[in-house]
């Protein structure tokens, strides 16, 4: 679970947030919605510590979001941001780097189910197109062992078909905890629960 209490958020005299509650539960896809600037991208930010709010508690399964925890919190997340630009040539080497505990099983099949052919696991990123390069990373997010996923706009560079194959992939994570920022009407109504900001 992920909640937020009296966040107070601003970047110089831009104001995001002055009293921000909400809690995405455990177990469910959580949408955060609403126009650009709003501040959905900012709320993936604070979930992550790299944007520190001014006021306001932010927990995550429990843990305070505070300089000693962040690592411990950082540790349970997976990111997929809304620009990619990734350290690595493909798909491999970006397992190597991750260095953890993943299932190319998992990944594959991730891939297949997103539309995309075997090969994108080996081709080079700098081939991709931008709506294959972010599926084959919430394909590698959605594989990884973590039990929160934060996906930044996931439907920014897809076509209508491909955003259906990620509704399914995404309905099927059953036990994960999703928070997705969107203003795709069809993706938000595929979210177990909406905040609108
Ligand atoms: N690093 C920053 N420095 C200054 N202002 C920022 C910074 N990051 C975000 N902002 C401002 O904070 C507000 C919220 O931005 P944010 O990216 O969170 O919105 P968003 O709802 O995700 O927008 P979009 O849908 O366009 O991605 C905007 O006014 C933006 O200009």
Known sequence: MIEFEGVCLSFGAVSVFEDLSFHADAGLHTCLSGLSGKGKSSILKMVQGFVVPEKGDILVDGLELNPENVKAI???L?????NINLPVKN??????LIGEDLSEDLIMRNIGFLGLSSDMFNRS??????????????????AL????VLLDEPTASLDDESIDHLIRLVAGQKGKTIVSASHNQKWINSADEVITL
């Open 125 to 142: 990123f700098d081939e991709m197109s931008g709506g294959q390069k972010q599926r084959v990373v919430i394909a590698f997010c959605l």
């Open 145 to 148: 062992p973590r039990q929160i």
């Open 78 to 82: 997976a990111f997929a941001p809304q």
């Open 74 to 76: 950082r540790s349970k």
């Open 91 to 96: 798909g491999k080497e970006l397992v190597e």
